[in-house]
């Protein structure tokens, strides 16, 4: 491609926008805003994500051992269990730990326990955690069978419960991404037909004179990528500050509220959302010109 050519192109370009600023700013704007919704909806994928991640990690699975069992088959029963592939880590928590975070917990109410004396009611005591929320059925069995096993406890009915409250968010985010998604590649690529239609008898003329097809596409196609790069900055630019501001009022009263970090996050995102306003713009280009030049 000759270097005028490509001078051709990109005045053509700026000419056209310059001219038909009012279609310019609109055809930003809606990338910008139909973008920035997008990556606010994938914020909050994200987040979810990051929460039902986070919740299906605390579920632990309480493995509570015979009294009369020795150090050595005690010992055995930590060892199958950290053998199991499915097994992340394994706690043994004594009898006396146990009463000790038991009065931690109760706080000024521990005063219940002094009817207890000098006797200790509480077991011997594993705490497992799984590597996947999908393993802790599989694997609490998978103990229970153990000797010297008494007893296997994960809070069943709250952890099916969980379980399926954080598919459900995991199902609905996608989808709610996969709608408005195709929502905005629809708009987008109408927004641009819009501007297609206005230069509709300029198209057909040039088709006359003898231009090929892709000496009219290109400043079409290029005339896309700009609106799609800038209103993708823009979006960019919007949700990178709408989100640090969002972490911040969240940590101010919930410190220890699971959310993805910043970054890189933030960087990825932004690398995506002016992406996709390129690649929309293309589209939207591509999509639009077809039928004007059937001519």
Same mark, same amino acid.
Request: net charge neutral; charged share 20%.
């Given at each position: ?17 310059? /001219?038909? /600023? ?43 051992? #015979? ?6 088959? /005690? ?33 000024? #109410? ?50 099916? #419960? ?7 968010? /995991? ?34 003329? *040039? ?85 004007? *030049?059937?001519?």
């Amino acid at each position: 491609m000759k270097l005028q050519t490509v001078e051709y192109y990109f005045r053509e370009v700026l000419l056209s926008m310059i /001219r038909n /600023r009012w279609m310019t700013f609109a055809s930003i704007g809606t990338v910008a805003v139909s973008l920035f919704v997008l990556g606010v909806f994938l914020i909050l994928v994200m987040n979810m994500n990051k929460m039902a991640s986070s919740l299906e990690s605390q579920v632990q699975i309480s493995v509570y051992i #015979n009294d009369e069992l020795p150090e050595q088959g /005690r010992n055995e029963i930590e060892r199958m269990t950290r053998d199991m592939k499915s097994v992340a880590t394994v706690e043994y928590v004594p009898r006396e730990v146990a009463l000790k975070k038991l009065r931690e917990r109760l706080g000024e #109410n521990k005063k219940i326990l002094d009817a207890l004396g000098d006797s200790n009611p509480l077991p011997n005591a594993f705490l497992v955690t799984v590597h996947s929320a999908d393993d802790v059925k599989k694997t609490a069995k998978a103990i229970a069978d153990l000797y010297g096993v008494d007893e296997v406890k994960y809070g069943q009915d709250v952890a099916a #419960n969980l379980f399926e409250l954080t598919h459900l968010m /995991r199902l609905f985010g996608a989808i709610l991404m996969g709608l408005l998604l195709a929502a905005t590649i629809f708009i987008i690529s109408n927004t641009i037909r819009l501007t297609v239609f206005a230069r509709r008898k300029e198209i057909a003329i *040039m088709k006359y004179v003898g231009a090929t097809d892709w000496f009219i596409r290109w400043p079409f196609i290029l005339e896309g990528v700009g609106l799609g790069l800038i209103g993708g900055g823009v979006s960019a630019f919007a949700l990178r500050n709408f989100y640090s501001a969002m972490v911040e009022k969240i940590y101010e009263s919930l410190t220890f509220f699971p959310m993805v970090e910043q970054y890189p996050f933030m960087n990825y995102v932004t690398l995506g959302l002016i992406g996709a306003g390129i690649v929309i713009g293309i589209l939207g280009s591509t999509v639009s010109l077809k039928r004007f *030049m059937e001519v």
